[in-house]
């Protein structure tokens, strides 16, 4: 296996493992809060803590990058994400728990960052490729449920924290190896002035047209998955549906986006990513709305199971669109994707304050407010594309 080929498979592994990490707290949640006795707007606060780490992250990753190197800025994110995973297996102050999800947080979003980036280097922004990396995100975030019922069921629940974290260290040994003596320029086919943009680091792409768009679309697709990854499960079982069937629910959300991802992968070379990215933004709309009326577990997990279908593809075709920023500018990535995780802190706890009031349907409801922002700027994205974007 060549360099190239080597990274790939690196970027590949660590993105299953940011899966896994993307449903865990939520799949925790629901035993977290009681080992704890904590409320449940503290656990809007604690999703919202994660999603702050993935803010900060954004900002700050990609200048750590600049001024120690890529291999070493990794390998350190990596190992921040696995120590909070750790951590929260252990009894503590909730303010040191609240502290440590912003950890993870931190960890998580800058490797989700540098893989995104570098993929897109290496590819030239190929939108298949990018659906491939993100079904290997959907088929990590399959596995956390699974493996926390497993575990759970056998040992404790702190039990697949202690998994995860073996896992995630296997990522930070690839990474050291397929980041040896790692250059930009060896890995992409960008002429010279990008390779010189991205050295230097600078905020041109903030003049970019349509730049903002993509913020906006990540915004509210980050606020919409965050709140639901976080949530899923504790809304199921105040449902009144078993506990093992809540979790089977996250693990069918990601197994359905599995395959709607592969699919995507496939139709984005006959159309254009930004159709895909508007209809399925208009179905994610619909079925959301259908999930919260539905009733039963044969009804919630039909609705649950075209839910994930419809946002299956939004991810990775947001992605690919910001690859014109993200392969000339090194901190355009990071940009993206702090203005990404702002929704990503603010909507579930927003969705946590309001189930504490109206109940968790009155909680859910509000996620259905950045759906219709989500159908609103990818249609705006239609005219973006006519003109020729």
Known sequence: MNRKKFLIFSCFYSFFCSGMVSMLIGSVLPDLLA?????????????S???????ISGLIAGLIALKIGEKFSVILLILLTYAGIFLIGFEFNPIYLFLICVLIGFGRGGCISFDTRTINLITDGNTKIQSILHSIFALGAISAPVIFVFLRNIFYWQAALFAVVILGLISALLSWVGLKDFETEK?????????????SGNYKFLSEPGFFTVC???FCYLCCEYAINGWLVTYVQNKNMPSDFAQGMAALLWGVMLIGRLICAYISEYVPRKIILFVLSVMALIFFIVMLFASGNFYTALTVGILGLSMSGISPMIYASAAPFSNKYPLAMGFIFSVGCFGAMLMPYLVGFTAGIYGFNGGMAMISGTFVLLVIFSFSNLFLLRKGE
């Not at 080992?35 to 999703?47: A, C, F, K, M």
């Open 49 to 55: 803590c994660y999603s702050f780490g993935n803010l």
């Open 216 to 218: 906006a679309l990540m």
């Open 35 to 47: 080992s704890r006795n904590l409320p449940v707007e503290q656990g809007g606060l604690l999703i």
């Open 187 to 199: 890995f992409t086919n960008a002429p010279d002035p990008h390779a010189k943009q991205f050295k």
